[in-house]
């Protein structure tokens, strides 16, 4: 991974993981998780120990707020009814990360095409995506059902380049997670790691391979070439 000043790249879009990275979703969804715990009899969990696990989607946040394995008789019945509670609580209280919007402007004024790669399920991910104004704004939304294969697997990413129409290797990724970064190496991207979002427990998020890390969203503009000409110089 790079270290010190970042050298931008030439991309012509970028790509954002959705849960942890464009979107601050860890409140609602740590609700969701504590009213399920109170139909089930057991006290709330502390939001600061929920949040860190947000992006090991509805199975790691029942595994952890219950004790269970996925192998448990009752932890698809759990796993479901908390998304059906989340579904109903949505946007609640999720919003675009502060300083995002910014970001989001500057690249649709400099024609750098921006969209959603998430594992999150399609009926979760556009109503999302819609109630906070940004489904017209994204060249492409892709859901972990979009695709037959979820994140690490690329075919998520290579379906978003084709949605936005640029190729992988004018792309960059941002993901908050391992998996969004061995996605994003293995579709030929730049990969900055989000570690304002969900980084967890990872000790070690330095080791995952990502091209560079970024601590605000307001520090991503600064791996992007924002001179037309400069970043038209390579071949499409």
């Given at each position: 991974?790079?270290?010190?000043?970042?050298?931008?790249?030439?991309?012509?879009?970028?790509?954002?993981?959705?849960?942890?990275?464009?979107?601050?979703?860890?409140?609602?969804?740590?609700?969701?998780?504590?009213?399920?715990?109170?139909?089930?009899?057991?006290?709330?969990?502390?939001?600061?120990?929920?949040?860190?696990?947000?992006?090991?989607?509805?199975?790691?946040?029942?595994?952890?707020?219950?004790?269970?394995?996925?192998?448990?008789?009752e932890f698809e019945a759990l796993r479901r009814r908390f998304?059906?509670?989340?579904?109903?609580?949505?946007?609640?209280?999720?919003?675009?990360?502060?300083?995002?919007?910014?970001?989001?402007?500057?690249?649709?004024?400099?024609?750098?095409?921006?969209?959603?790669?998430?594992?999150?399920?399609?009926?979760?991910?556009?109503?999302?995506?819609?109630?906070?104004?940004?489904?017209?704004?994204?060249?492409?939304?892709?859901?972990?059902?979009?695709?037959?294969?979820?994140?690490?697997?690329?075919?998520?990413?290579?379906?978003?380049?084709?949605?936005?129409?640029?190729?992988?290797?004018?792309?960059?990724?941002?993901?908050?997670?391992?998996?969004?970064?061995?996605?994003?190496?293995?579709?030929?991207?730049?990969?900055?790691?989000?570690?304002?979002?969900?980084?967890?427990?990872?000790?070690?998020?330095?080791?995952?391979?990502?091209?560079?890390?970024?601590?605000?969203?307001?520090?991503?503009?600064?791996?992007?070439?924002?001179?037309?000409?400069?970043?038209?110089?390579e071949p499409a």
């Amino acid at each position: 991974m790079e270290s010190g000043a970042p050298t931008p790249w030439a991309v012509r879009a970028v790509l954002f993981d959705l849960d942890g990275t464009l979107l601050d979703t860890a409140p609602d969804m740590a609700h969701a998780l504590n009213l399920l715990r109170a139909e089930q009899g057991r006290a709330p969990l502390p939001y600061e120990d929920i949040r860190p696990r947000v992006s090991d989607g509805s199975a790691g946040l029942i595994g952890y707020a219950f004790d269970l394995a996925p192998q448990a008789p009752e932890f698809e019945a759990l796993r479901r009814r908390f998304l059906d509670l989340y579904r109903t609580h949505l946007v609640r209280e999720t919003r675009v990360f502060p300083g995002m919007e910014p970001v989001l402007a500057r690249l649709e004024a400099a024609d750098i095409r921006w969209g959603v790669v998430t594992n999150k399920p399609a009926w979760l991910t556009d109503p999302l995506v819609r109630a906070l104004g940004l489904w017209e704004r994204a060249a492409c939304v892709v859901s972990g059902d979009t695709t037959a294969n979820r994140k690490p697997h690329p075919e998520p990413l290579y379906h978003a380049c084709r949605l936005a129409g640029r190729p992988p290797h004018r792309c960059l990724y941002v993901g908050d997670a391992r998996r969004d970064i061995e996605a994003g190496r293995c579709a030929g991207m730049k990969t900055l790691i989000a570690l304002f979002g969900y980084v967890g427990a990872d000790p070690a998020p330095e080791s995952w391979g990502a091209d560079g890390m970024v601590r605000r969203p307001g520090e991503l503009p600064d791996w992007i070439v924002w001179d037309r000409a400069g970043a038209d110089a390579e071949p499409a």
